[in-house]
């Protein structure tokens, strides 16, 4: 194994109600539903109309400029709506689940066994391609790419993110089997990001490198930055750690199986666990009756807090949702709020009390806790990004469109999720991740 | 309190577009955020948000500067019943107390002119009122001599606000800081009455003085080639100068707030001493040399160490140099704007002959720079990226 890679910079951010490492089995669900949404750039195109049976596994839509790019049914059963929004978008594409609809029979083979272009095309089939994503941009990889290498991260540090090495518990070959599935797609190794005393250490036909350090270390892109960092029309390929066990699966039963474990956090639920569910789950299925009792308002968020979406309970999980968060909206006013001693205030500032509490943990909402400014402090996003970027004078460089700025400043190796803890800290409340998607999408309009 | 907050929301309507007092839109929305925290939760990207906010940011640094206004105030009263020659008989209290009356109506005056003008131009354009002014409006009165006319505060006030910030477009796009943009004004402006004897002591038409007083700054004195002060004083605060620069010990206090807090980016502070301090060096290293006029030999071989108590220098080193807006924005860029500060706050002020204080057209012309600075650190970042792209494809 090699030596650590320890990393100073970044914020853990503690907040209360982290899952217990308990697991519960959720009954299947009577509705599922997949967000084309999700995705972003995409230009969906429909595969199938309301009212059609469809199996796990059949394709429900796919990518109007890639149409090899499919997204198929995470389970079997009647399509029951197609909901749009405005201008007809399409934002879900729902599906009764039935158990006798089965699932749609792929090839059950040793990946190893297989050639590159035969796993490529299984992925590609089975509708599971969309869970590898492509750097620069975070957006789903392109089959005809040859990518130098594909990383996974196998821990995530973000706030109550869940721990991996419990929800892989007994899955590991089925992991490895993913990882040797994914070794296929590239000339290059397949590289696992682990953390001390990780479970993946055991892992083959890896290379494994360990971090140590506050969050974002666990992102991915930090993990690439601070290894083999990323640089012009160079392109890596990135899969999450529960997305590779769809792959192994896919290969050992010969079956599409979205079956995954999301983690319920958050100081708004009453019992905090992990639950067995299924991709594309109702929300409701997931966090009713297991919320605290509560007469203010509560956010629930898709993913964590620094990223993730906000839901409604009558929503539908993500594809890539890993957990849901409930945390107070906090859509209430604060008298004299900013002149708080602040004990029971976090902040990545020095300038509250709850510094002087490092162990404690907090319950935080979703008030801004203050007004939007122009940039005023300077030296606050630096002490948060582990990489080599200047991050204010990157998303600088996005606010003037200068796409040369964008490129010599590293817009090829972040998304959102590296500079979250940014906006979190900003004094000035700057939309951070919204400025950066935007550049990302100007340069892929740009430059493809 | 819910009183408050019920007529705030009541009167919301009345200040919207449309409503009968929508011209108040901006001063209404300024009181009720700076009373509570608006209840606005996030829409996009991160859910959570730090409690810090520009209000706290800004009265951070009010707190901070607490210290050299009060010192500043007993400085006051202590330097006017020196002159006069009733120290010994004076109390505590009512040397204090003098300094306070004479101090106040400055502060006030520098509050009431910006925010008013602060005010008037968020309603114009639009936007939430700013926090800027709450350190600026602390600052001005700071660095102005004590005996300065209420309505040259005025003045200089609004000039600072106008045009040091928001023809720039408000907090956060200023180029100079705006407290040394009114103090630079006055100077120009009103050479006159802002320098010489009569502005730094206020004798508050005492008819007597006594004997050997000048009213001059311990500075002017050395430019003259005589040394008038002990360095303890100076260190304290008890010489003439500015109402809140002179005392060396309270602006540290007001440092270590901010650097524990931090607020204030202690590398500038670091640098900006140590640039002053080798220019100091420098200058004792040139004392000896034959062709100096005697006065200049003394002012240059004054200890090094002499130039960071005395004058602006820790005042501007602190508070002004620190102001995150109009200094340099990248780690590197801050230690060489620092720096270049303090040495060419001490260049100015003892080769200039016509001014013996350098701090205050130092971080402005530093300020100017700023930009620059950032400019070829920037750019050396991005040269270091592109050669690993270079590195890269050999290793490959």
């Known amino acids: 194994m090699s030596e650590v890679i320890r990393l100073k910079k970044g914020l853990n951010i503690k907040l209360k109600g982290s899952a217990e490492k308990v697991l519960e089995k959720l009954p299947v669900p009577a509705?599922?539903?997949?967000?084309?949404?999700?995705?972003?750039?995409?230009?969906?195109?429909?595969?199938?109309?309301?009212?059609?049976?469809?199996?796990?596994?059949?394709?429900?839509?796919?990518?109007?400029?890639?149409?090899?790019?499919?997204?198929?049914?995470?389970?079997?059963?009647?399509?029951?709506?197609?909901?749009?929004?405005?201008?007809?978008?399409?934002?879900?594409?729902?599906?009764?689940?039935?158990?006798?609809?089965?699932?749609?029979?792929?090839?059950?083979?040793?990946?190893?066994?297989?050639?590159?272009?035969?796993?490529?095309?299984?992925?590609?089939?089975?509708?599971?391609?969309?869970?590898?994503?492509?750097?620069?941009?975070?957006?789903?990889?392109?089959?005809?790419q040859k990518p130098l290498a594909i990383y996974i991260s196998t821990f995530d540090t973000a706030p109550l993110a869940p721990d991996y090495n419990f929800v892989l518990e007994g899955q590991m070959n089925t992991f490895q089997t993913g990882v040797n599935a994914l070794a296929k797609l590239t000339e290059g190794k397949v590289f696992l990001g682990v953390n001390s005393g990780s479970a993946f250490t055991t892992v083959k036909n890896v290379e494994i490198n360990t971090f140590d350090g506050p969050h974002p270390a666990g992102n991915v892109g930090v993990q690439i930055a601070n290894t083999r960092p990323l640089n012009k029309g160079e392109v890596v390929w990135t899969v999450n750690v529960q997305d590779v066990l769809f792959i192994g699966r896919l290969f050992e039963k010969g079956e599409v199986d979205m079956t995954r474990t999301v983690a319920l956090a958050g100081s708004e639920v009453s019992a905090p666990k992990y639950y067995q569910t299924i991709v594309g789950a109702p929300v409701s299925a997931i966090v009713g009756g297991k919320l605290v009792e509560a007469d203010y308002n509560l956010r629930i968020i898709g993913g964590n807090v620094l990223t993730g979406?906000?839901?409604?309970?009558?929503?539908?999980?993500?594809?890539?949702?890993?957990?849901?968060?409930?945390?107070?909206?906090?859509?209430?006013?604060?008298?004299?709020?900013?002149?708080?001693?602040g004990f029971n205030k976090f902040s990545a500032s020095k300038t509250f009390f709850g510094k002087l509490f490092p162990k404690k943990e907090y319950t935080l909402n979703a008030n801004l806790h203050g007004g939007e400014r122009a940039f005023v402090m300077s030296g606050q996003y630096e002490k948060l990004v582990p990489m080599d970027i200047l991050p204010v004078h990157l998303l600088k460089a996005v606010l003037v469109n200068d796409i040369d700025k964008m490129e010599q400043l590293g817009i090829y190796e972040v998304i959102e999720e590296d500079l979250a803890l940014c906006e979190y800290a900003c004094t000035s409340k700057i939309e951070v991740q919204k400025i950066l998607r935007e550049g990302i999408n100007l340069m892929i309009k740009e430059l493809g | 309190m819910k009183f408050i907050k019920n007529f705030f929301e009541k009167t919301?309507?009345?200040?919207?577009?449309?409503?009968?007092?929508?011209?108040?839109?901006?001063?209404?929305?300024?009181?009720?955020?700076?009373?509570?925290?608006?209840?606005?939760?996030?829409?996009?990207?991160?859910?959570?948000?730090?409690?810090?906010?520009?209000?706290?940011?800004?009265?951070?640094?009010?707190?901070?500067?607490?210290?050299?206004?009060?010192?500043?105030?007993?400085?006051?009263?202590?330097?006017?019943?020196?002159?006069?020659?009733?120290?010994?008989?004076?109390?505590?209290?009512e040397i204090f107390l003098f300094?306070?009356?004479?101090?106040?109506?400055?502060?006030?005056?520098?509050?009431?002119?910006?925010?008013?003008?602060?005010?008037?131009?968020?309603?114009?354009?639009?936007?939430?009122?700013?926090?800027?002014?709450?350190?600026?409006?602390?600052?001005?009165?700071?660095?102005?001599?004590?005996?300065?006319?209420?309505?040259?505060?005025?003045?200089?006030?609004?000039?600072?606000?106008?045009?040091?910030?928001e023809v720039f477009g408000g907090t956060g796009m200023n180029i100079w800081n705006p407290a040394l943009v009114a103090r630079a004004f006055l100077f120009f402006?009103?050479?006159?009455?802002?320098?010489?004897?009569?502005?730094?002591?206020?004798?508050?038409?005492?008819?007597?003085?006594?004997?050997?007083?000048?009213?001059?700054?311990?500075?002017?004195?050395?430019?003259?080639?005589?040394?008038?002060?002990?360095?303890?004083?100076?260190?304290?605060?008890?010489?003439?100068?500015?109402?809140?620069?002179?005392?060396t010990l309270a602006i540290l206090i007001g440092a270590v707030f901010l650097i524990v807090t931090g607020i204030g980016n202690w590398k500038i502070m670091v640098s900006t001493i140590a640039g002053g301090?080798?220019?100091?060096?420098?200058?004792?290293?040139?004392?000896?040399?034959?062709?100096?006029?005697?006065?200049?030999?003394?002012?240059?071989?004054?200890?090094f160490w002499h130039h960071l108590i005395l004058g602006g220098f820790m005042f501007g080193a602190i508070f002004m140099t620190t102001?995150?807006?109009?200094?340099?924005?990248?780690?590197?860029?801050?230690?060489?704007?620092?720096?270049?500060?303090?040495?060419?706050?001490?260049?100015?002020?003892?080769?200039?002959?016509?001014?013996?204080?350098?701090?205050m057209l130092s971080i402005l012309l530093m300020n100017t720079f700023a930009p620059l600075i950032d400019h070829y650190v920037v750019k050396s970042h991005i040269k270091r990226r592109l050669k690993r792209v270079i590195v890269k494809e050999q290793t490959a």
């Not at chain 1, 609809?101 to 992925?123: C, H, M, R, W, Y």
């Open chain 2, 277 to 303: 301090a080798v220019m100091g060096l420098i200058l004792n290293a040139f004392a000896g040399s034959a062709g100096l006029s005697p006065e200049s030999a003394v002012y240059f071989g004054i200890p």
């Open chain 2, 99 to 165: 300094g306070l009356i004479k101090v106040l109506p400055i502060i006030i005056v520098s509050y009431v002119v910006g925010l008013g003008i602060e005010f008037v131009f968020a309603q114009l354009r639009g936007h939430e009122i700013q926090e800027g002014f709450l350190v600026s409006g602390m600052l001005i009165p700071l660095v102005m001599p004590i005996e300065t006319p209420l309505w040259m505060i005025a003045v200089a006030t609004a000039f600072a606000v106008v045009f040091g910030k």
């Open chain 2, 12 to 93: 919301e309507p009345l200040v919207q577009k449309g409503g009968k007092y929508h011209w108040l839109q901006s001063v209404h929305d300024g009181f009720f955020t700076f009373l509570y925290t608006p209840k606005s939760t996030s829409k996009t990207g991160t859910h959570i948000h730090d409690y810090i906010d520009l209000k706290r940011t800004m009265s951070i640094v009010v707190i901070a500067l607490l210290p050299a206004v009060l010192m500043g105030m007993y400085n006051t009263g202590f330097q006017h019943f020196k002159a006069i020659g009733e120290l010994a008989s004076t109390g505590f209290f």
């Open chain 1, 309 to 341: 979406n906000k839901l409604k309970t009558q929503n539908y999980c993500g594809l890539y949702d890993n957990m849901i968060t409930v945390i107070p909206e906090g859509d209430e006013y604060e008298f004299v709020g900013w002149a708080d001693p």
């Open chain 2, 189 to 247: 402006a009103y050479p006159a009455q802002m320098s010489g004897i009569k502005v730094w002591v206020s004798l508050s038409n005492a008819d007597k003085v006594v004997d050997g007083f000048t009213g001059a700054t311990p500075m002017a004195d050395a430019a003259a080639g005589n040394i008038t002060y002990k360095a303890a004083d100076a260190f304290f605060g008890l010489i003439p100068g500015s109402i809140g620069e002179t005392s």
């Open chain 1, 31 to 144: 509705t599922v539903a997949l967000k084309p949404t999700d995705f972003p750039g995409l230009t969906p195109k429909l595969s199938v109309k309301a009212d059609a049976e469809v199996k796990a596994g059949d394709a429900l839509f796919y990518d109007k400029y890639h149409p090899e790019i499919v997204f198929t049914a995470p389970y079997g059963g009647k399509v029951l709506s197609i909901n749009r929004g405005e201008r007809r978008k399409i934002l879900e594409i729902v599906i009764e689940t039935s158990k006798s609809a089965g699932s749609v029979t792929f090839k059950k083979a040793d990946p190893g066994n297989l050639s590159g272009e035969e796993v490529k095309e299984q992925i590609l089939k089975s509708g599971l391609w969309p869970f590898i994503k492509k750097r620069p941009y975070g957006v789903i990889a392109l089959p005809d």
């Open chain 2, 323 to 359: 102001d995150p807006v109009s200094a340099a924005q990248t780690d590197t860029g801050k230690w060489i704007y620092g720096f270049l500060i303090g040495f060419v706050a001490i260049l100015i002020r003892v080769i200039n002959p016509a001014y013996p204080e350098g701090m």
